[in-house]
């Protein structure tokens, strides 16, 4: 199983970036996908989970109302709007065997390399 994330890049505040996540090895339709990020000396923090096409979505209160995240059966995206530079980070996308909402890393058993996200001021 392989997540190859995507989209990442530099961008000025106010800006916007979509990032996608390519799963490949198995389906994960009904499983939970999501996004996480982490920027240098922090943890490694959820952004948003959905648990399956047209299932629950949550988002991290960070980016409610500027970040959104949608999938199709085995591609993970996120819709970055309205970027701030706190949002500048490394993006991870991860996958969930299990089905059902998943909002900690270790509920997530694959994980893409990660994409850069800078945001500049």
């Known amino acids: 199983v392989q997540l190859q994330a995507s989209g990442g890049g530099l961008v000025q505040a106010g800006g916007s970036l979509r990032l996608s996540c390519a799963a490949s090895g198995r389906t994960f339709g009904r499983s939970a996908m999501g996004w996480f990020r982490q920027s240098p000396g922090k943890e490694r923090e959820l952004v948003a989970t959905?648990?399956?096409?047209?299932?629950s979505i949550r988002y991290a209160d960070s980016v409610k109302g500027r970040f959104t995240i949608s999938r199709d059966m085995n591609t993970l995206y996120l819709q970055m709007n309205s970027l701030k530079p706190e949002d500048t980070a490394v993006y991870y996308c991860a996958a969930a065997l299990a089905v059902g909402t998943a909002t900690t890393m270790r509920q997530y058993d694959y994980w893409g390399q990660g994409t850069q996200v800078t945001v500049s001021s």
């Open positions: 959905i648990n399956w096409i047209g299932g």
